[in-house]
């Protein structure tokens, strides 16, 4: 597990896709393009709702260049996916056009394809759809919530302990929906060969993308081939498959002709999964010197009408700090909704916006540091599972890493005090966490007679540095120059690899590709020895060695052997390769009872200007402890686009809905701001880099999501700093400012 100080293991190392990237030749789904393909252009519902009374698409038909308008009355069957089948897992549970109901503004009712884009966009205009109006639920507010709550973790006595306890918070907190916007729109293209499919995808998962679709198209899982070899992020709402894309596979087939179905960025905040808004309720109860007595988070979430998504709010709630009562509730609300499907960091991200603004509260309620607060309650066990022992937890350092980096030291707790340039400066922090998980995989490794070396795996690089890592482990277990180095991923015919989701393929991959080095290199050191003319003919094979590419006797140098692609020109063999497999931590006997997760802390500066209502983030330190870093350079690069994430989670994202029917009113990118690069504060990202020994080979965790959590409370914990003013309901706007005492620098 130890890796030399030359490694490349956790050295910057450039992307081996980025030439492809610059250069535009990396095919993205919507790059596909076959001969004779039709463009499907689907048509949306326009109530919240209700039931579709007539479908009147002749007019749409008679249009120039249209082939077929499919809808509830011609799609023919479409099946639901096996509940509880944790391979084939789906979006939404109803399988498209499967009833003649609206559910939520903008659920597809009709899909046009048409012989190019612009004629299927206009004739999806053309289809008239009436409909019998039904009372809407579209209310975002969850505060008249009556139903039952699920306890997601509890131990003690809470209701007695804070009772009881002489300094208390006791607060709601809200965030709202959040629309996934990766700079790639969600799009299929389909093309069928006989009964057997293929298809191009925007998917996290194209082994689970490929077994839902079997089942909802009613084929033999091994007719359906899914390929998604680059994807322009997804932050979640990719992870499983969404309506359109069987749409287009159904319109493929009855057309006997591929066919492309590419979102629009205004469709991508209706049909394609969204962060569902959260309210949640926080009680803390603390002794005078700060030691936690009492802690209470109810969180709900609202769902679509028919899908029971649970945001998971209390992620790390039970297990983050150390108190002896405690209870997390969490509950659904449905709403005429789409869908919400998980974003960047589910559950903890908006659940520790809200434990972490309580404990900031706490910490002012207590006239405390609230760096000394966490440290003061910091977990030495996971007291959520019967005390079993953390894997590798390094908060306590990521928090004093991050004070000093920042210059914690030098904050003046008093509102609006602290001052430069002729601004106000606001200083706030949190603590961060993400779980940890190693998921199977299988990699297969093969040394080529051309003298190169392949890794296959049914993973993807959904923008990461996935690709980059994969030859990293080759070149370390090898020796072979990453030129000549093929990392081939995102196709479901390829050996099962995990879903890239919830920052578990790095953990969860580099076992299995460090096993199938070993596994081939054994068996090129049995083929040398047993392979007329070469130099270790007849040789031992404990007496075999590899070395940088070339096999040799161990008491010889290596350039005394022969370089594997010879070997395998001897034996007239154009390729030798073998498998990898990684064991999941839940199957494993030495991470069984180990609670894995990965901590940081972030340290975040605002700077205020009253005068002229402006705010801005303008610096945050983040220190984060996810195990071995890989490759510093892309999880730099991950965890500072998850703080620019943050300032827009803190300060812009939210997804705004007419309130009769259910619109997003504000689904496009003018009017739903996210973090830009003029947003973008100074960002100082720190590895701990203490490898995890619990994960397997090398010891990392995986950094895609951790980045985000805690900024949010960091930001409104700096804005409380500087303006006097708490904010509860995300995110910071002008308006909530207004009220504050500081009126000028
Ligand atoms: Mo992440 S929300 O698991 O893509």
């Known amino acids: 597990m130890s890796t030399s100080p030359d490694s490349i293991i956790g050295r910057a190392t450039p992307r081996i896709d980025g030439p492809l990237k610059t250069t ?91 012989e190019t884009l612009e004629q299927a966009t206009a004739a999806a205009a053309a289809v008239k759809v009436e409909y019998a109006l039904e009372a809407a639920n579209v209310r975002l507010k969850l505060d008249d919530f009556k139903g039952e709550r699920k306890t997601i973790s509890d131990r003690g006595d809470v209701d ?42 925007t998917s996290q998962g194209v082994m689970n993308h490929r077994a839902v679709m079997a089942q909802v198209l009613g084929l033999p899982l091994e007719n359906v081939r899914v390929v998604t070899r680059f994807l322009g992020s997804g932050f979640g709402g990719k992870l499983f498959p969404w309506p359109h894309a069987a749409m287009a596979a159904v319109a493929a087939r009855k057309l006997n002709r591929p066919v492309k179905l590419s979102m629009t960025r205004r469709m991508m905040f209706s049909n394609v999964g969204y962060r569902p808004r959260t309210e949640q309720h926080i009680q803390l109860g603390a002794t005078k010197e700060g030691k936690l007595l009492a802690l209470r988070h109810e969180y709900l979430n609202n769902t679509s009408m028919l899908d029971d998504f649970d945001e998971g709010c209390g992620e790390a709630t039970p297990y983050l700090y150390s108190v002896a009562n405690l209870e997390v509730t969490g509950a659904q609300p449905r709403r005429n909704m789409g869908a919400p499907m998980w974003m960047r960091g589910p559950g903890a991200v908006p659940g520790l916006y809200a434990l972490e603004s309580g404990m900031n509260e706490l910490a002012d309620a207590l006239d405390m540091d609230p760096l000394q607060l966490r440290l003061k309650n910091d977990a030495e066990k996971d007291e959520s599972h019967d ?13 004093e890493t991050g004070a000093k980096k920042f210059g914690w030291e030098r904050r003046n707790a008093a509102i609006g005090s602290m001052r430069k340039d002729g601004k106000i400066l606001g200083w706030g922090m949190a603590a961060a966490s993400w779980v940890a998980v190693r998921l199977p995989c299988t990699a297969t490794v093969e040394f080529c007679a051309n003298g190169r070396l392949c890794v296959r795996c049914g993973t993807q690089d959904i923008g990461t540095g996935t690709y980059t890592i994969f030859a990293q482990v080759l070149h370390e277990k090898t020796g072979v120059p990453l030129d000549r180095i093929d990392v081939i991923l995102g196709d479901s015919s390829l050996p099962s690899g995990p879903m890239s989701g919830g920052s578990m393929v790095t953990g969860s991959v580099l076992n299995a590709i460090a096993d199938g080095a070993n596994n081939a290199i054994k068996r090129l050191q049995q083929l040398a020895a047993a392979t007329e003319g070469t130099p270790l003919h007849g040789a031992k094979l404990e007496t075999v060695a590899f070395t940088e590419g070339r096999l040799h006797l161990k008491d010889q140098e290596a350039s005394s052997g022969a370089h594997f692609a010879d070997i395998l020109g001897a034996a007239k063999l154009s390729r030798i390769s073998a498998e990898g497999k990684t064991v999941p931590t839940w199957e494993d006997p030495k991470s069984k009872g180990f609670s894995l997760h990965s901590y940081g802390a972030q340290f975040v500066e605002v700077e205020w200007e009253p005068e002229i209502a402006k705010l801005r983030v303008s610096r945050v330190v983040t220190v984060i402890d996810a195990g071995k870093i890989i490759n510093p350079a892309a999880a730099a690069n991950q965890v500072a686009g998850a703080v620019v994430m943050g300032v827009g989670m803190g ?71 500087a303006t006097g003013v708490r904010v509860r309901e995300l995110p910071v706007r002008i308006e909530h400012l207004l009220e504050s005492k500081i009126v000028s620098v």
């Open 387 to 399: 005390n079993i022992p953390f894997s590798s937890r390094h908060l306590r350092e990521c928090l």
């Open 651 to 721: 300060m812009l994202e939210e997804t705004r809905y007419e309130q009769r029917t259910g619109q997003p009113i504000n689904g496009n990118l003018a009017d739903y701001l996210v973090a830009t690069c003029a947003d973008t504060p100074d960002i100082d990202v720190t590895f701990l880099d203490y490898p995890d020994p619990i994960m397997g080979e090398y010891g990392a965790r995986g950094v895609g999501e951790i980045g985000l959590a805690g900024v949010a409370a960091a930001i409104t914990a700096a804005v409380h700093h």
């Open 24 to 114: 535009g030749a990396a095919e993205y789904a919507a790059d596909f393009h076959f001969e004779g393909m039709a463009h499907a252009v689907t048509v949306g519902a326009t109530i919240a709702s209700g039931r579709i009374t007539k479908l009147d698409t002749a007019t749409a038909e008679s249009m120039p260049g249209v082939l077929l308008v499919l809808h509830h009355g011609n799609i023919g069957p479409l099946y639901r996916t096996v509940p509880g089948d944790d391979s084939a897992t789906n979006s939404e549970v109803r399988s498209p056009f499967e009833d003649e109901v609206v559910r939520h503004w903008g659920q597809h009712v009709a899909v046009v394809v048409a």
């Open 160 to 201: 007695q302990a804070f009772d009881d306890a002489p300094v208390k918070v006791d607060q709601t907190y809200v965030t709202p929906v959040e629309t996934h916007n990766p700079i790639e729109m969600h799009a299929s293209v389909v093309r069928w060969d006989g009964d057997r499919v293929t298809l191009y995808e």
